[in-house]
């Protein structure tokens, strides 16, 4: 055991994060190489004049910042930092490859045909030149967005994602991944564990890393989510929000049962956690029912119109309950002030064009049809396939018919 003693001088704020500070410092510089055992609570705080609870906490917090793990009976020791995180492709195409015709495709993205929605765009900017309007849609607007466009995007949540929003409850973003950040933003600082499928998207791995988020990876199964997992690491790690695509799990196009969704909002009522839903893809899969739906409480709900009408338009939302709504605000308005409004009018008019039935939510094609252009091609795209590989032994599972853990659990007996 070292006889590490930190030098806490000249460093503000909480003790117990000032001494977390000074280790994930000295560990950086090499002074705690890994696996150095590192002193008991106890010792710790007799050499620092503290009590044992604050070295607890200082040690809590280094273990979420994956700096150092504990072995029951042996100690604890240092982990040493975190491996740097693989760089991303910035660009596509690539440089010099722009010309190079069909032979490229990008699998990193997933969005609609654009043939059409070039031809619309065009016709939809010339109206709103010609609306006397368009001198509101480039200044500064309101940081959750302009009324009108909240109160569209209302709409087009509820029919198309099936999600309990009011004009209230949406705030305008540039885009799910922004959407996301903000979200985040809003309930967790650096440092603050968020959990998140084993397999999550690259986006959000990113957003972890540039933002000083503890990403921890939960198991999942062939429904996503693994209940006994989520339980075992919100009582572990104490996480601040669990990020979660259940409609189209990106990688792997899972679709979480209802069963499944509920037992993950019993367990996050259980210990405190806010659930970030990301609903994307959600509009895909009809008989899906968000999370949202079943906790708005506790949920904060992210989608965009990138998979469904057109990913330039970078326009996402955040649906929120009344106790984060302001917080969001606040996050929306350090992050990028207000989202852009003439994308959003763009929109707005896109999903007021063709009116929903009671027997027919509105969709993309729906839109293209009112507008009175060709209905644009719906072929999948190699990235969206449903079907997983058959060397995981995965089938495509049906959003109510599969049994929940507790269900499995008592069977067996």
């Known amino acids: 055991m070292t006889n590490w003693t930190p030098n806490l001088e ?49 040690y809590t917090e280094a ?46 993205t997933v969005h609609p045909e654009h043939a059409v929605a070039v031809q619309t765009f065009g016709q939809t900017l010339s109206a709103i030149a010609a609306s006397g309007h368009a001198a509101k849609l480039i200044g500064y607007g309101p940081h959750a967005g302009l009324p009108d466009h909240r109160a ?52 959000t791995k990113a957003l972890a890393a540039t933002q000083g988020y503890h990403l921890e990876g939960v198991a999942i199964d062939e429904h996503g989510l693994v209940p006994d997992a989520f339980d075992s690491a919100c009582r572990r790690l ?44 959600g509009f895909m899969v009809p008989d899906a029912v968000p999370i949202q739906t079943m906790a708005p409480d506790i949920t904060l709900y992210v989608s965009s119109v990138s998979k469904s009408l057109a990913a330039g338009l970078r326009l996402g939302f955040v649906v929120a309950p009344a106790e984060l709504r302001t917080r969001v605000e606040t996050a929306i308005r350090a992050l990028q002030y207000s989202a852009p409004a003439l994308p959003a009018e763009v929109a707005t008019r896109w999903i007021r064009t063709a009116p929903p ?28 396939a449903i079907r997983r590989p058959s060397i995981c032994g995965w089938s495509c599972p049906n959003p109510g018919g599969a049994r929940t853990s507790s269900e499995k659990r008592a069977a067996a007996g």
């Open 10 to 58: 000249g460093r503000p704020g909480p003790l117990y994060r000032v001494i977390a500070d000074a280790l994930a410092d000295d560990i950086a510089e090499g002074v705690l190489p890994t696996g150095t055992r590192l002193p008991t609570h106890r010792d710790l705080a007799f050499r620092l004049g503290v009590t044992v609870g604050t070295v607890t906490r200082a």
């Open 63 to 108: 273990e979420k910042r994956g700096l150092i793990g504990g072995e029951v009976g042996r100690g604890t020791f240092v982990q040493g930092q975190r491996p740097p995180t693989t760089p991303l492709p910035l660009g596509w195409p690539p440089a010099g490859e722009i010309s190079a015709g069909p032979a490229i495709v990008n699998m990193t």
């Open 152 to 203: 569209a995007a209302a709409s087009w949540l509820e029919r198309q994602h099936r999600v309990k929003a009011t004009p209230e409850s949406v705030l305008l973003t540039t885009g799910a991944q922004n959407a996301l950040a903000v979200a985040l933003a809003a309930v967790a600082r650096p440092g603050d564990v968020i959990l998140a499928e084993r397999l999550t998207n690259i986006g």
């Open 238 to 281: 104490g996480p601040k929000a669990a990020y979660l695509v259940p409609t189209l799990q990106n990688p792997t196009a899972v679709v979480m049962p209802a069963a499944r969704r509920r037992e993950i909002v019993e367990i996050a009522r259980c210990y405190g956690v806010i659930l970030i839903e990301d609903d994307v893809f």
């Open 357 to 384: 039935t009671a027997s027919s939510p509105p969709s993309g094609r729906r839109i293209w049809r009112a507008s009175g252009l060709p209905a644009p091609s719906c072929r999948p795209r190699p990235s969206m």
